[in-house]
């Protein structure tokens, strides 16, 4: 195929590394405070060592990446989707049992100490799969009806089933939304009819309707019980939609995060001030550091520069003028905004907790690295920037 490249400029957006470095450091200092508050932890020095090499690794991702430009990224595409997929099919046979009776999900490897969730790094091989297919189809398609629509739709289709199958069988609902999300994104930006789209988004309106009238409702509960619902799945939705009922038990970690954020006030406590406990803070639940540190401010502050990210993003997209890039630039955005929404809304109580990790804050190797990879990518489309005929 052929696309629009711009003879070499090799320029590092410094826009959309400076929020990325700012979110570094706000994560390691609230992890600091997340595990040096914990009763539990032990190895606080360990575990601050263990995620700066992350970063560490993260960084050199991200300059390993940027190096790439979209010439190779389309030719590895179809090789990375086939790797991340083998990668998680064997997770079913070799994922750590100990970890999925503890987490209710079997989505992690352990080899010794070292532990690795194989579907973050598949939200990357994902992107770059929808954003192949897309372009792809749009070439061979310059002439677009419902019947090419169609077609799209069911590639599309097919690239996503096998992640959703494997993402069911691990029992990964909350990885699975971010996979959502990302469809979803590329999905509106692929030019397919508005003819079949304003459908297709009241149609996804009225399920999201019948899944929470399911999940609030007993009779729903026992229906969605015969599809392999568990218990301690509803108990999630009861502590999201009445944090205070059961405090003391089930919906303890979310009533004490309502309070850490709400404790912070306007200005916050001040660096290391911790007076309300949060069970596994450092991980999903590392906004209420922020929240209870830095009070408002300080979390309008953090959401600024996730603002900042996102924008700068958006203007790499813009400026390359690459069809591929720009779908790319759309699944990371997609990935990255979903992220912090459903972070952020079930640490203030908006949204249910999934587990969901917010980017670059949250302790985890696995879901920094995959992030950091998306950065990586957006940063190619700036480095590698061209304007000649190239055949990918």
């Not at 190779?72 to 064997?90: C, D, E, F, N, S």
């Not at 799969?129 to 419902?146: C, G, K, P, Q």
Request: aromatic residues 12%; proline residues 3%.
């Amino acid at each position: 195929m052929e696309r629009l490249e711009r003879s070499t400029t090799k320029q590092i957006d410094y826009g959309v590394l400076l929020p990325v470095f700012i979110l570094s450091v706000i994560g390691m200092l609230s992890l600091y405070v997340a595990l040096s508050n914990d009763p539990a932890q032990k190895n606080v020095v360990t575990n601050l060592l263990s995620q700066g090499l992350w970063y560490v690794v993260g960084s050199v991702m991200i300059f390993i990446v940027m190096q790439f430009n979209s010439k190779a990224i389309w030719k590895l595409t179809p090789a990375v989707y086939t790797l991340g997929l083998g990668v998680m099919t064997a997770l079913l046979f070799f994922g750590d049992k100990d970890m999925a009776t503890l987490t209710g999900s079997l989505n992690w490897f352990r080899v010794g100490q070292f532990t690795f969730q194989p579907s973050e790094l598949m939200k990357i091989a994902y992107i770059l799969m929808l954003a192949y297919v897309v372009t792809h189809h749009n070439i061979a398609y310059r002439e677009r009806d419902l019947r090419s629509d169609g077609r799209l739709i069911l590639k599309m289709g097919l690239v996503t089933l096998p992640i959703i199958v494997l993402l069911l069988l691990q029992k990964d609902l909350g990885t699975m939304l971010v996979f959502i999300a990302i469809l979803g994104g590329v999905f509106l930006m692929s030019g397919i009819s508005w003819k079949i789209i304003i459908p297709t988004v009241i149609a996804f309106a009225l399920l999201c309707a019948g899944l929470i009238f399911l999940v609030t409702t007993d009779s729903g509960r026992e229906f969605l019980k015969i599809f392999g619902a568990k218990e301690y799945q509803f108990r999630r939705i009861d502590a999201w939609i009445d944090p205070f009922s059961d405090a003391t038990s089930s919906s303890y970690q979310q009533a004490n995060a309502l309070l850490s954020i709400a404790s912070g006030g306007i200005f916050g406590k001040g660096f290391n001030v911790v007076e309300v406990n949060v069970p596994v803070r450092e991980s999903d639940m590392i906004f209420t550091v922020i929240g209870e540190n830095f009070g408002f401010v300080g979390s309008c502050f953090v959401i600024f520069l996730y603002f900042i990210l996102i924008y700068r993003m958006i203007r790499v997209c813009f400026d390359t003028n690459n069809e591929f890039h720009s779908y790319i630039a759309t699944g990371i955005i997609m990935m990255i905004l979903f992220h912090v929404f459903e972070n952020i809304g079930a640490n203030i109580g908006l949204l249910p907790l999934t587990g969901i990790p917010l980017p670059f804050i949250s302790q985890g190797g696995s879901s920094l690295i995959g992030n950091m990879l998306g950065i990586g990518l957006i940063l190619s489309m700036r480095y590698n920037h061209s304007v000649k005929e190239i055949d990918y």
